[in-house]
């Protein structure tokens, strides 16, 4: 049982896929994190933080605790004390984890978002538009189409050779993966094509930011071809790292440090 | 206003059932879309807080939109009051001339989808949702508005609605305008033509010769009209604001429908309180609220979307630069011609100079944008392309750009009628109020 002198901060970060939670003390110093997935229902998801937080020692009704909520399920999240978009968090998350001035790329279950930071704070922001194409759905949708995982998918593409899938949307493409598998396309070149064709859009929605340095935050994040393909093709460093998984909660986190202290 | 209420409260126990059959429309469809207005009306405009008192007059004009205003059309037909009604889609239809030639200038419906099936078989599916809904409204009979206009007058405006005009001939009594493309004094001229020929068939309609007298008095209104809009637009420089984004917008979506002189009376009402409210400090939102220019593609009644999710996430619209917006009132038509020919000229000089994105360059929409974001002490700009159309598309690059140089954030949406955006839209749009 953690013994938090002063007041903390818990963030908690509702993602379509994934459920992220970060916990900052007094001094800004991460004490504890959670990853789960957000499964049906962002209530229910919320209920399960709330519990895994209590017995971590980090209750939400601690009286030296603020919490803030983010993400696509933050207004689901009933002992929170405030609610911060998810974009303001990234951008707050990923100064933080990587420095006050370049462009977060986040690729997240169901939207994909380019921040670009100045000074710590957020300039610009873009997001695709209602569509899927360039998101994580893409590749679980592509995975699922192969037969494989997220992880197999990436390890077989780094094995194939360059494949063109053209179709901007999701629904058309898998029609098109459909076809490259039965004209008998070896997996391994489809898989390629799969994540070369997220990336290229990832890379044309961060292309209309300012430029580098390119942060890599959300569920891609240590998907290590991803990040080689995403170098190549903004011909810029990407930088990321472990916690970068957290970085809208680890943005939450402060919001809600900022309250509490 | 008194008087106004009283016939709404007559006409809340008429039974306008027969009248709509008259008109041939789909009865039990109707009674639905009303039904969903209403509700919509409800969560969005009287969910508000702290509304002016005088925008009571907002509520009456969409509590009658399909069924006092309508009949009250009709009976004025009926007495002889009017000679017909006459429908149009754009601001680039000038009212004047339809009312000097003794017609009732109105806006028919284009703001929700309906019956998109049986649209899809006449228009292709990648087509701007405002002209598939005026194609829906009309396949599946539910606008008492375009069942009730005698003439519809389109215009050659956007690619989209110039082909699907050539449709619409086939359904109802159609009247298309030419509109240029480019600003200049060849096209002017062109125009000027135009609006001519469009008097000519207008009075071949009513039956009725537009006179020097007629034109003057129906300018007089129509300006009469836009300056109380303006008046109004001007209290909304004020911090906080007096009046919400939507109710202004509802303003000028209401000055489609509504007679012209009572809604004039209603507007200037609405003004002295925001006046008023202003220099009491009241708002419709806190003071610091944060404060976004509107600009883009028009609104019609019921897009209430965008405005919706930007004022409940804590946001307040100070203006639009849009044809439901400034574009409707910022201009008159001057007041001293004397000879029809004089005044004609006078109309199609002050219609000339609306700026839609179907003019090339369009320099004098990005300059109103600028200044308007200025005189309206604007945060930020928020720039909204209905999906499929690609002129305002285009031209969301040139404003961006525009708004960089002077300094104001800027953030550019495309969507449509379609509700299953709104929470991406209500996460953008809480995120950049949160920016600003």
């Known amino acids: 049982m953690p013994a938090m002198a002063g007041g903390y901060g818990i963030g908690v970060d509702i993602g379509s896929t994934a459920t992220k939670v970060a916990v900052l003390d007094a001094g800004g110093a991460i004490v504890h994190t959670e990853l789960m997935p957000t499964g049906f229902s962002s209530v229910d998801a919320a209920g399960r933080v709330e519990g895994a937080l209590r017995a971590a020692g980090f209750p939400v009704d601690d009286p030296d ?71 994580g759905r893409f590749l679980e949708i592509m995975a699922d189409r192969l037969g494989v995982s997220q992880a197999e998918l990436s390890a077989l593409a780094r094995e194939g050779s360059e494949t063109k ?97 | 206003m008194s008087d106004n209420t009283n016939e709404t409260t007559a006409a809340a126990e008429y039974d306008f059932h027969p009248m709509w059959e008259s008109l041939g429309m789909d009865v039990p469809a109707h009674d639905m879309l009303l039904g969903a207005v209403g509700q919509m009306f409800g969560d969005v405009f009287l ?59 109105v806006g028919l419906c284009s703001g929700a989808d309906w019956a998109t099936d049986k649209v899809e078989e006449h228009l292709p599916r990648a087509t701007c949702p405002l002209i598939k809904s005026f194609a829906g409204f009309k396949l599946g009979s539910v606008c008492p508005y375009i069942e009730s206009s005698d003439l519809v007058i389109g215009e050659n405006t956007c690619d989209g609605k110039k082909k699907a005009y050539e449709f619409m001939a086939t359904q109802v009594n159609m009247y298309t305008v030419d509109i240029p493309n ?175 994105a179907i003019f090339t360059p369009n320099d004098g929409r990005i300059e109103d944008i600028v200044r308007m974001a200025r005189e309206l002490n604007a945060d930020g700009i928020i720039d909204c392309s209905l999906q499929f159309c690609t002129l305002y598309e285009m031209e969301s690059f040139t404003v961006e750009k525009a708004a960089e140089q002077a300094g104001i954030p800027f953030m550019h949406i495309t969507t449509d009628y379609a509700n299953e955006d709104a929470g991406q839209l209500t996460t953008r749009i809480e995120a950049f109020l949160e920016m600003l």
């Open chain 1, 65 to 135: 605790a603020r919490v803030v909520a983010t993400g696509y399920g933050r207004i689901a999240v009933p002992y929170a004390d405030k609610v911060v978009t998810e974009i303001t968090c990234h951008g707050i998350g990923a100064a933080r984890l990587f420095g006050p001035t370049g462009t977060v790329v986040d690729v997240g279950g169901q939207d994909t978002k380019v921040i670009q930071l100045k000074g710590g704070r957020v300039a610009k922001f873009a997001m695709n538009d209602k569509c899927a194409a360039g998101t």
């Open chain 2, 47 to 105: 969910a508000q807080e702290n509304r002016p008192a005088s925008t009571d007059y907002l509520n009456q004009v969409v509590a009658g939109i399909h069924s006092g205003r309508i009949k009250e059309m009709l009976d004025k037909k009926a007495s002889g009051e009017a000679k017909k009604i006459v429908g149009s889609f754009c601001l680039y239809v000038p009212e004047e001339i339809v009312i000097a030639a003794g017609g009732i200038p």
């Open chain 2, 182 to 356: 480019v600003h200049n004094a060849q096209t002017l001229e062109l125009w000027k033509g135009e609006v001519r020929k469009l008097a000519e068939r207008v009075e071949q309609e009513t039956g009725q010769k537009i006179t020097a007298e007629s034109l003057k008095a129906a300018i007089k209104l129509a300006n009469d009209k836009r300056r109380a809009l303006q008046r109004l637009s001007a209290t909304r420089a004020a911090d906080p604001a007096p009046i919400s984004g939507l109710d202004s917008l509802l303003t000028v979506q209401a000055a489609f429908m509504d007679d012209a002189e009572r809604l004039t009376g209603a507007i200037n009402a609405m003004a002295d309180e925001c006046e008023q409210r202003a220099a009491d400090g009241v708002g419709v939102a806190p003071k610091g609220a944060k404060r976004i220019l509107y600009t883009g593609t028009p609104m019609a009644v019921p897009n209430w979307k965008l405005f919706n999710i930007i004022e409940k996430a804590g946001g307040v619209v100070v203006g639009e630069e849009a044809c439901t917006g400034s574009r409707y009132y910022k201009d008159l038509v001057d007041e001293s011609g004397e000879t029809v020919d004089e005044m004609l000229d006078a109309i199609a000089e002050r219609y000339f100079g609306i700026n839609c």
């Open chain 1, 165 to 261: 899938i053209s179709s901007m949307c999701t629904v058309f493409a898998e029609s098109e993966v459909i076809s490259l598998i039965g004209r008998g396309v070896p997996r391994s070149d489809i898989a390629r094509g799969v994540i070369d064709s997220v990336v290229a859009r990832v890379a044309a929605l961060a292309g209309q930011s300012s430029g580098g340095p390119f942060f890599l935050t959300g569920g891609l994040c240590e998907n290590g071809f991803v990040i080689e393909r995403l170098r190549a093709m903004l011909g810029s460093p990407v930088t990321t790292c472990p916690e970068a998984r957290y970085a809208g909660a680890l943005g939450a986190a402060d919001r809600a440090r900022a309250l509490a202290c």
